[in-house]
Every structure is written in structure tokens, then in C-alpha cells.
T-cell receptor
Framework: GENVEQHPSTLSVQEGDSAVIKCTYS??????FPWYKQELGKRPQLIID?????GEKKDQRIAVTLNKTAKHFSLHITETQPEDSAVYFC????????????FGQGTILTVHP | DAGITQSPRHKVTETGTPVTLRCHQT?????MYWYRQDPGHGLRLIHY???????DKGEVSDGYSVSRSKTEDFLLTLESATSSQTSVYFC??????????????FGPGTRLTVT
């Protein structure tokens, strides 16, 4: 089955800096890669996703890049704000794991004012 | 938030007792999932359902069973709860129309403590 590794486990930045979180996956058939944000005590919520026929996708201050050859994808947050502080999860799925997603271990992002 | 509710939201139970968690959706989505969330492990899939009475195991299914008799309800049962099943349990739903997998929407979670 799919295996998703996420790094770093914690990330601390100053407000206004950029933050990058990286994930690798094992199943070359996976074709859907979402990113979820989870605030303390809340449910995970989708912030951006990318499919394997696209190399990059942007939505305001966040962007995701995908390298299918290397089997890794990254989340980029620019001009970070304190409200970006949360746990971020990457996930991979589709292909041979029809209907299922495998999640990374999560990254605790702290943005200091 | 998508129309997903979980009940109960909090539960404390004793080792060896049976526990059932309920997930209810109003979106008529085909796929439903149960995850557990533990520090350092992210979200791990317990069981999922791809239709009424159609279920399959996830990566951490031992000690858990599920049932789906209606599109809107997905039940997770711990037959005999153990302390290692203390966790936060999330239900999720998905239409999964595109290329085999699609966005998953999560419920509010159930915090289960087994003493």
C-alpha cells in the first residue's frame, strides 16, 4: 500500500517568513495529493490539493508543487501570519488505493508575531 | 462544514466494555471512513465503506468492526475496549468521483478515553 512520509515534524517561523513542508510517497500509481490544516481541537480541513497531471497549484498565499519522478510534493506558505499556526497534514491516494488516502504524520507550524 | 455529525463527542469507558461510535452524514456521499488520530501518527485509517453494506479494512483495523446499513450512517464498534484504543476518532466522507479518490470532509471528532 501507499506510504507517505512528512517533514519536518515541527516548524517555527517569524511572521512574514515563508514556510515549506515536504512529503514523499511510495506508490507511483497515486494521483491525488491533498493538504489539510488542523487547528487545535478542530477537525482537519482541506486547504489545497493537486492531481498528478499538474505540477504546481496556487491559491493566494499557499502553493503546492508535485514532482512525480521523485515522488515528492511540497506545501509552500508565503507571508506567514499567526493564524497560519496549526498542524498540517499531507496525504496521497488514488491509483491502486481506490477511494483511500494515506496521511503523513503531520507538521506543527508555529508562526511567531 | 459538510453535513457530518459524530456521536458521542466525548466518552470515557472501562477496559473490556463494548463501545459504538456513530457517524451520520446528510451529503449522500458514497464513501465513509473512520480514522484514529494519535500524536506522532497523523490520521490512520481504521475501516472504510464504499457503499451500503460494503466495507473494507484500513491499516489499523484490529479490535474494530464497522457496519453501514444506510447511506447516511457508519458505525464503528470496539468489541472490547483496551487502553491502546484511547484516541480521537474522526469520521470522513467523500464522493470519490474523480480518478478513484476525491476530497474527504471530516466530522468534528470523538474523544474516547479507555480507563
Amino acid at each position: 500500500g501507499e506510504n507517505v512520509e512528512q517533514h519536518p515534524s515541527t516548524l517555527s517561523v517569524q511572521e512574514g517568513d515563508s514556510a515549506v513542508i515536504k512529503c514523499t510517497y511510495s506508490d507511483s500509481a497515486s494521483n491525488y495529493f491533498p493538504w489539510y490544516k488542523q487547528e487545535l481541537g478542530k477537525r482537519p480541513q482541506l486547504i489545497i490539493d493537486i492531481r498528478s497531471n499538474v505540477g504546481e497549484k496556487k491559491d493566494q498565499r499557499i502553493a503546492v508543487t508535485l514532482n512525480k519522478t521523485a515522488k515528492h510534493f511540497s506545501l509552500h506558505i508565503t507571508e506567514t501570519q499567526p493564524e497560519d499556526s496549526a498542524v498540517y497534514f499531507c496525504a496521497g491516494g488514488g491509483g491502486t488505493s481506490y477511494g483511500k488516502l494515506t496521511f503523513g504524520q503531520g507538521t506543527i507550524l508555529t508562526v511567531h508575531p | 462544514d459538510a453535513g457530518i455529525t459524530q456521536s458521542p463527542r466525548h466518552k470515557v469507558t472501562e477496559t473490556g466494555t463494548p463501545v459504538t461510535l456513530r457517524c451520520h452524514q446528510t451529503e449522500n456521499h458514497r464513501y465513509m471512513y473512520w480514522y484514529r488520530q494519535d500524536p506522532g501518527h497523523g490520521l490512520r485509517l481504521i475501516h472504510y465503506s464504499y457503499g451500503v453494506k460494503d466495507t473494507d479494512k484500513g491499516e489499523v483495523s484490529d479490535g474494530y468492526s464497522v457496519s453501514r446499513s444506510k447511506t447516511e450512517d457508519f458505525l464503528l464498534t470496539l468489541e472490547s475496549a483496551t487502553s491502546s484504543q484511547t484516541s480521537v476518532y474522526f469520521c470522513a466522507i467523500s464522493e470519490s468521483r474523480l480518478a478513484g479518490v476525491d476530497e474527504q470532509y471530516f466530522g468534528p471528532g470523538t474523544r474516547l478515553t479507555v480507563t
